[in-house]
């Protein structure tokens, strides 16, 4: 389903990933969703296919685990710090679990 296209236009893409995160509170695994996928877009004004493969940026990668988070908090979870507070206190973001080459244009 990563990259797949549906439709007989071929006009959607859906998108899966999946993220670890881990910082000095320890390491947490979230799916970049819809909503999270639209907040980037609308953050950063560029499809994130095309943000992966044409203007690879840390920050991009950064900023997705760091809404990931966020969103979890709001939901209940640990609270989570403004985005250049909470980059203090990130080790690492890692793609998991993802299909091959998600980011891709082309899918």
């Known amino acids: 389903m990563a990259g797949e296209r549906h439709g007989d236009s071929g006009d959607r893409l859906m998108i899966s990933l ?3 995160v881990t910082t000095t509170s320890g390491s947490s695994d ?3 969703g819809p909503k999270v996928q639209v907040a980037f877009e609308r953050e950063f004004k560029v499809g994130l296919p095309k ?3 044409a203007d690879q940026k840390m920050e991009h ?3 997705l685990a760091w809404k990931c988070a966020s969103d979890a908090a709001k939901a209940g979870g640990p609270p989570v ?3 250049d ?3 203090d206190t990130v080790e690492s973001v890692e793609v998991v ?3 091959a080459d998600p980011l891709s ?3």
Do not use: I, M, S
């Open 18 to 20: 999946n993220l670890r």
């Open 30 to 32: 979230f799916t970049v």
């Open 51 to 53: 943000a992966f493969a």
């Open 61 to 63: 990668l950064y900023w």
């Open 81 to 83: 710090k403004p985005f």
């Open 85 to 87: 507070g909470w980059l």
């Open 97 to 99: 679990g993802a299909d």
């Open 105 to 107: 244009p082309e899918g």
